[in-house]
């Protein structure tokens, strides 16, 4: 039996209506509605659900970000160390192709010993005579020998062109070496040579002499020459510092007759560094090449 909010607010007529009830009838509690009403309630879910949502959403937008912030980082690291790559090898190539010119230093060189000066023989003695009684001659010193002063000399026309060569074929097992000899050929203006036979081979006794002809490409000669400077048709020449050198080359590459070298003959060694003390002179006739003077290289695997 539910009882109206009437009655419990009037405690006597609670209690009358007690009494009055049959036995064994209970009483109801009143109803009641909550403590917010219903329709709050729902807005105030709905409004949990739309703010998780946001939430949701929000951290998956947080979280592409800072995935695609991470990717273009990356991105930046990758051509910061191509480019430092790229820096070192382009001042390295640098280095090969343009290396300091030392063509106008002077070399001072060792005094040479002074060669012994002859031994004055003594005159013969005369016969003596009555001396006669004269004035005494005074003789004038002799002047004191001035020291001499070092002389100096200048290096010869073609030391610079040397001294590149030499800093070159000390970096021949770089990356791309080739690229720096073809440089070097065209600043200095080379031509390139090769040794394509032997001169009276054929002939029993005879001193066979190695026949050169123009190479057109860096990769297929066997010889630089640079041509002298004022000294018409007469070129410096060298190795090429990118090919080893081999005991074929020293008795078929006509290397014998234009170098001498600390190659043993019938060595098994292969050598892949060459460096050049003095440089073969060549004289260039009509279409002959001819060995005018052999050059020094020293050799080293």
Not at 50 to 60: D, E, G, H, Q, T
Not at 179 to 190: D, H, I, W, Y
Not at 241 to 261: Q, V
Not at 272 to 279: I, L, Q
């Amino acid at each position: 039996m539910k009882i109206d909010r009437k009655w419990m607010a009037c405690p006597g007529r609670l209690i009358a209506a007690t009494l009055l009830l049959p036995h064994g009838t209970a009483l109801a509690a009143p109803e009641q509605d909550g403590v917010l009403p219903p329709v709050l309630r729902d807005v105030m879910v709905v409004l949990a659900l739309v703010l998780a949502v946001l939430l949701l959403i929000a951290v998956a937008v947080l979280w592409s970000m800072q995935h695609h912030y991470r990717a273009r980082l990356a991105v930046l690291d990758r051509l910061t160390n191509d480019m430092k790559a790229v820096t070192a090898e382009l001042r390295s190539l640098q280095s090969l192709i343009l290396p300091p010119s030392l063509d106008d230093l002077p070399i001072e060189l060792p005094k040479e010993p002074e060669p012994p000066e002859p031994q004055k023989v003594p005159p013969p003695e005369l016969p003596k005579e009555t001396p006669k009684e004269t004035e005494p001659v005074l003789s004038s010193p002799e002047p004191e020998p001035q020291e001499k002063e070092p002389t100096t000399v200048k290096r010869s026309v073609w030391q610079g062109f040397v001294d590149d060569f030499n800093n070159l074929a000390q970096s021949v097992d770089v990356p791309k070496a080739d690229v720096a000899c073809e440089n070097f050929a065209g600043l200095q203006k080379l031509v390139l040579l090769d040794c394509i036979a032997h001169s009276g081979a054929a002939i029993k006794g005879s001193q066979a002499e190695p026949i050169f002809a123009v190479e057109k490409s860096v990769k297929g000669s066997v010889y630089w020459a640079w041509p002298i400077p004022k000294e018409k048709d007469r070129y410096a020449v060298v190795p090429n510092p990118i090919i080893s050198y081999d005991d074929n080359l020293h008795r078929e590459g006509g290397m014998k007759e234009t170098f001498a070298s600390n190659f043993e003959n019938g060595a098994a060694s292969v050598y892949r560094h060459v460096s050049v003390k003095f440089p073969a002179i060549f004289k260039k006739e009509g279409e002959k090449w001819k060995i005018e003077q052999p050059g020094l290289i020293r050799l080293e695997e």
